[in-house]
Nanobody, 127 residues
Framework: QVLLVDSGGGLVQAGGSLRLSCAAS????????MGWFRQAPRKEREFVAA????????YYADSVKGRFTISRNNAKNTVYLQMNSLKPEDTAVYYC????????????????????WGQGTQVTVSS
């Protein structure tokens, strides 16, 4: 069992930056691939970014590539999402998730690869 607590959301102007954090409980954090997903109003939840257990591999949705960076600190049981050059279309509730690697060193990009979810943190980008 892993308990995830998301934080760091807020209101920011277009072009601004935010850093989301996700703190995990337990001593097995490093055994999980971690991902970030988001859900905008009236839309399905979608993949944003993922990172392997070691942090050696990262994957991004095309819509955020070059603007967002996922990282993790296994000593602090925390995963981060640095979001730069934010756009109004980035407005959503952001969720971190913990799950399995689909292959060694390759985190999943689909929700079904993730077993544990944070409560979500709201990010609002104004134009």
């Amino acid at each position: 069992q892993v308990l995830l607590v998301d934080s760091g959301g807020g209101l920011v102007q277009a072009g601004g930056s935010l850093r989301l954090s996700c703190a995990a409980s337990g001593r097995t954090f490093s055994s999980y691939a971690m991902g970030w997903f988001r859900q905008a109003p009236r839309k399905e939840r979608e993949f944003v970014a993922a990172i392997s257990r070691s942090g050696g591999s990262t994957y991004y949705a095309d819509s955020v590539k070059g603007r967002f960076t996922i990282s993790r600190n296994n000593a602090k049981n925390t995963v981060y999402l640095q979001m730069n050059s934010l756009k109004p279309e980035d407005t959503a509730v952001y969720y971190c998730a913990a799950g399995r690697e689909i292959y060694t060193g390759v985190p999943g990009t689909e929700q079904r690869s993730y077993d544990y979810w944070g409560q979500g943190t709201q990010v609002t980008v104004s134009s």
